[in-house]
């Protein structure tokens, strides 16, 4: 459960960069034009390894620490979103640069 639940946090986060611009990609516009977006993220991923490390919530939540192992599973599992919207973004934009053309002709 506790892996799922870091892979479903981590999705998240991921999904949060990729909302930084509907269209633009993160390359484009880096994550740090938007503090407040890290902070909110530093904050969430800070809480979720508060409830998984300290052994009183991790007992009330029922979850268990994750191993650097297990984290970097996490990780593989979880960063695919983003070249998944990623590659969406460029789609949209290559549709739209096409439709253009063809309304200009």
């Given at each position: 459960?506790?892996l799922s639940l870091s892979v479903l946090v981590a999705i998240e ?63 593989l599992v979880s960063a695919p979103v ?24």
């Amino acid at each position: 459960m506790t892996l799922s639940l870091s892979v479903l946090v981590a999705i998240e986060m991921f999904n949060s960069l990729n909302a930084l611009s509907e269209d633009n990609s993160l390359v484009t516009m880096p994550p740090w034009r938007n503090p407040w977006l890290l902070i909110a993220m530093s904050f969430s991923l800070g809480l979720h390894c508060l409830i998984m490390y300290v052994p009183v919530l991790a007992n009330v939540f029922g979850i268990v620490p994750l191993t650097l192992s297990e984290w970097v599973l996490v990780i593989l599992v979880s960063a695919p979103v983003i070249l998944i919207d990623e590659a969406l973004k460029s789609m949209g934009r290559s549709q739209r640069q096409t439709t253009r053309k063809v309304k200009k002709m």
